[in-house]
Structure formats: structure tokens, C-alpha cells
């Protein structure tokens, strides 16, 4: 449900008050060194040995057999190859071991070195980790400083005045003077407007829109050439007076608040109601407005003021409040 008043923000205006201060990087984390793998220890001949005497072993038995099993050719044959492979394998073995034995110092020393190297490397890992610890602890003070709420909210202010700046010539270069017809209610409310605000009130300013030769013309404008917000501030009637016709009602002006609020307009509606009856208060919405955003502070835009609020109508509500002649109930 839309209720009176209704704010709207620009795009650009709701990121500067979101926005945060720069944050400092993030310390790197030190890398932990690699250490070398311990080289394997001295083999014996014990394997070696044993297929040597197991393949001699082997070929006696095979010297043995070549009575009994005379004209078995093949277990012969068996018999030979078992008793060579074996044999193979031993010398193989033996030669691999007696290799690996004579490279074992070459190969421990290395290691050695490479030890040595690791641990230099260890003992300034452990000094960079104390130092990393050192700079996480500063990190996280320097961070809730800058995150700090007045921190913070100095940056938010600056962020909005920096984009403010962009709005200083646009009146006196897109608006043109033109003669809006106005009610009573509009006139009162412009001299509450002028006695609260001063000379940051204008009316009668017109604004082009693309392919229209019609102008867009504000109710009033709000402007302080100090910080160059501008604040579209418009009453809304549900009905016209002399046709009954339904105006203002829900979704019926969202084009013209989109035109606004891409040129950095904050948009505020009032129910003409709430003008009529409490003027002083819409004065205040105004003003509630201009030193929050001005200060940096996020708009409350659902928060409660010191008026009722209005339930913005439909246009079937609208027709019926035509017909109950509403506006004459507080006009």
C-alpha cells in the first residue's frame, strides 16, 4: 500500500548514502616452505643372494633331472629357463643395490643441503607469520576505524556533494519560465514554503521532455545552491475540481517522477489533504529530507511523521471520491 508522503530518491543519490570508505588490502598469508624427502637408507645383498643361490640351486636340480626325465624335453626346458630368469633377476638386482649403495653419500649430501635451505627458509616463514599477525591486528583496527559510524557517514556526506555538484547550473540552463494556473491551496502552501525556506523556492519552471511540446512543470522546486539539491515537491488532488476527472492516482505519475529522478531530483508527494491540514508538517518532511541527506544519512522512507498519513488512491477510488465531492469535506 502507497501512502502520503510519497519519497522517491534518485538512483545516483541512494548509492552515495549506501556507499563505504576504501578498505586497506587484506594482508597476504605467508607461504609455508617445502621441506626435502629423507633419502632412503643403504640396501644389503640379502635379495640378491637369495635369487643367485635360489637359481643355482635351480640349475643343479635341473643337472639332476636330466637323467630322470629323459625324453621330457620340455620340463627340461622348463627347468633351464626358471633356473636362468631367477638368476637374472639376482645379478639385476645385485647390480641396482650396489648402484644405489655407491650414489647413497652423493645423495645425502644433497639432502643435507636442501635441509639446510629448508630450515633457513622455516625461520623466515615463522618471522614473516609474526609479522603477518602483526599486520591482520593492524588491518582489523585500521578497518573498524575507517567503518567507524563517523567515518562512515563523512564519507557519505562528501560522496553525495560530489555528485550534487553535477545539478549546479541546471535550473538556470534547462528550465523554462511559464505561467502555471494555481488554487488557493497551492498559493498558501507556496507562502508556508517560502516562509520556512526562503529564496530556495521557485515555481513557474518549466522543463522539456523529448519529443513533447509540452514542458513538465513542477508544483515547486526546492533548490540550495549551497550543496545544489533539488527536490521536486508536488500536491496531489484525486480529482479535477470542475470535471470530476480522477488525477494522481496510483502508477498515473510514475513517468513524470522517473523524469526527476534521472536528472537527480528527490520527489516528494503530498495528498492535498495533508497540505490543507497540516502545512507546517509537510514543511517538516521537506526539511527532514534536505538535513538528512545533506548530512549523509540514510532517508527513512517508510518512517512515521507528525501527520497522518494518506492512502494514495485508485482510479476507481478517485471516481468515487469524485462523487462524494471529497475536496470540498477539507478545502
Given at each position: 500500500?502507497?501512502?502520503y508522503p510519497i519519497?522517491?530518491?534518485p538512483r545516483?543519490?541512494?548509492?552515495?548514502?549506501?556507499?563505504?570508505?576504501?578498505?586497506?588490502?587484506?594482508p597476504?598469508?605467508?607461504?609455508?616452505?617445502?621441506?626435502p624427502?629423507?633419502p632412503?637408507?643403504?640396501?644389503?645383498?640379502?635379495?640378491?643372494?637369495c635369487?643367485?643361490?635360489?637359481?643355482?640351486?635351480?640349475?643343479?636340480?635341473?643337472?639332476?633331472a636330466?637323467?630322470?626325465?629323459d625324453?621330457l624335453?620340455f620340463?627340461k626346458i622348463?627347468?633351464?629357463?626358471?633356473a636362468?630368469?631367477?638368476?637374472f633377476i639376482g645379478i639385476?638386482?645385485?647390480?641396482s643395490?650396489?648402484?644405489?649403495?655407491?650414489?647413497?653419500?652423493?645423495?645425502l649430501?644433497?639432502?643435507?643441503q636442501?635441509?639446510r635451505i629448508?630450515?633457513r627458509e622455516?625461520?623466515?616463514?615463522n618471522?614473516k607469520?609474526?609479522k603477518?599477525?602483526?599486520?591482520c591486528?593492524a588491518h582489523r583496527?585500521?578497518?573498524?576505524q575507517v567503518?567507524?559510524s563517523?567515518?562512515?557517514?563523512?564519507?557519505r556526506k562528501s560522496?553525495?556533494l560530489?555528485r550534487?555538484?553535477?545539478?549546479?547550473?541546471?535550473?538556470?540552463e534547462?528550465?523554462t519560465s511559464t505561467?502555471?494556473k494555481?488554487?488557493?491551496?497551492?498559493?498558501e502552501f507556496y507562502?508556508?514554503?517560502i516562509n520556512?525556506?526562503?529564496n530556495?523556492i521557485?515555481?513557474n519552471?518549466?522543463?522539456?521532455?523529448?519529443k513533447?511540446?509540452?514542458?513538465?512543470?513542477?508544483?515547486?522546486i526546492y533548490?540550495?545552491?549551497?550543496s545544489?539539491?533539488?527536490?521536486?515537491?508536488?500536491?496531489d488532488?484525486?480529482?479535477?475540481?470542475?470535471?470530476g476527472?480522477p488525477i494522481h492516482?496510483?502508477g498515473?505519475?510514475?513517468w513524470?517522477?522517473s523524469?526527476f529522478?534521472?536528472?537527480?531530483?528527490?520527489v516528494?508527494?503530498?495528498?492535498e489533504?495533508?497540505v490543507v491540514?497540516?502545512p507546517?508538517n509537510?514543511?517538516e518532511?521537506i526539511q527532514?529530507?534536505?538535513?538528512?541527506?545533506?548530512?549523509?544519512k540514510?532517508?527513512?522512507?517508510?518512517?512515521s511523521?507528525?501527520m497522518p498519513s494518506i492512502?494514495?488512491?485508485?482510479e476507481e477510488e478517485a471516481?468515487t471520491m469524485?462523487?462524494q465531492?471529497?475536496?470540498d469535506?477539507?478545502t
Open positions: 500500500m502507497i501512502s519519497i522517491k530518491i545516483s543519490i541512494i548509492d552515495a548514502l549506501k556507499s563505504s570508505p576504501f578498505l586497506p588490502n587484506t597476504a598469508i605467508p607461504i609455508h616452505p617445502s621441506g624427502a629423507e632412503s637408507k643403504p640396501q644389503n645383498y640379502s635379495f640378491s643372494g635369487m643367485i643361490v635360489f637359481s643355482l640351486i635351480m640349475g643343479a636340480i635341473v643337472v639332476f636330466f637323467d630322470i626325465f625324453g624335453w620340463i622348463f627347468g633351464i629357463l626358471s636362468s630368469f631367477f638368476l639385476a638386482n645385485l647390480s643395490v650396489t648402484e644405489a649403495n655407491e650414489n647413497y653419500p652423493h645423495v649430501s644433497e639432502y643435507s636442501k635441509k629448508y630450515e622455516l625461520s623466515d616463514y618471522e607469520m609474526k603477518y599477525q602483526q599486520e591486528e583496527l585500521k578497518v573498524s567503518l567507524d563517523y567515518q562512515t557517514i563523512a564519507h560522496a553525495v560530489e550534487l555538484k553535477e545539478n549546479k547550473n541546471f535550473l538556470s534547462n528550465s505561467i502555471n494555481v488554487g488557493r491551496t497551492e498559493e507562502y508556508k514554503l520556512h525556506f526562503g530556495n521557485y515555481i519552471l518549466g522543463f522539456a521532455v523529448a513533447s511540446e509540452n514542458l513538465v512543470v513542477p508544483d515547486y533548490f540550495d545552491p549551497n545544489n539539491l533539488l527536490i521536486d515537491i508536488e500536491i488532488e484525486p480529482y479535477e475540481i470542475e470535471s476527472k492516482y496510483v498515473i505519475d510514475n513524470r517522477d523524469y529522478l534521472s536528472r537527480d531530483f528527490i516528494v508527494r503530498f495528498a489533504e495533508q491540514k497540516y507546517g509537510c514543511c518532511v527532514y529530507l534536505v538535513e538528512t541527506i545533506l548530512s549523509g540514510q532517508v527513512e522512507i517508510e518512517r511523521f507528525t492512502k494514495q488512491w485508485t471516481h469524485a462523487y465531492k471529497y475536496r469535506h477539507y
